[in-house]
């Protein structure tokens, strides 16, 4: 199971850290990725990194603002969002690809997901 935390109100220009945390497996030969989503849209692609190695990935839309990391002790990913645009509004997800060889940029490559949670940037 995965479990992300950390969304809030914040206003334009804050910052929020997102975390996932799993929990009855250890990410190992994983990749993990945050992704979010709007009604009446399609859950798009955020960031993601690669347990092993630590490559990441960044859409377009977030690279420069975005950090994704991760903390093998804590076997938790999290997502630094910086200089938040009230764009950035969503439901965001954590998702886990297991034995993955790159990061998927597709929700349909990965096999479980966290429950989401609610980022709202006020302008």
């Known amino acids: 199971q995965l479990q992300a935390s950390g969304g809030g109100l914040v206003q334009a220009g804050g910052s929020l850290r997102l975390s996932c945390v799993a929990s009855?497996?250890?990410?190992?030969?994983?990749?993990v990725g945050w992704f979010r989503q709007t009604p009446g849209k399609e859950r798009e692609f955020v960031a993601g990194?690669?347990?092993?190695?630590?490559?990441?990935a960044y859409a377009d839309s977030v690279k420069g603002r975005f950090t994704i990391s991760r903390d093998n002790a804590k076997n938790t990913v999290y997502l630094q969002l910086n200089n938040l645009k009230p764009e950035d509004t969503a439901v965001y997800y954590c998702?886990?690809?297991?034995?993955?060889?790159?990061?998927?940029?597709?929700?349909?490559?990965?096999?479980?997901w966290g429950q989401g949670t609610q980022v709202t940037v006020s302008s």
């Open positions: 990194i690669m347990w092993t190695g630590g490559s990441t």
């Open positions: 998702a886990a690809d297991l034995y993955a060889l790159r990061v998927g940029l597709r929700p349909v490559s990965y096999d479980f």
């Open positions: 009855g497996r250890t990410f190992s030969s994983d990749s």
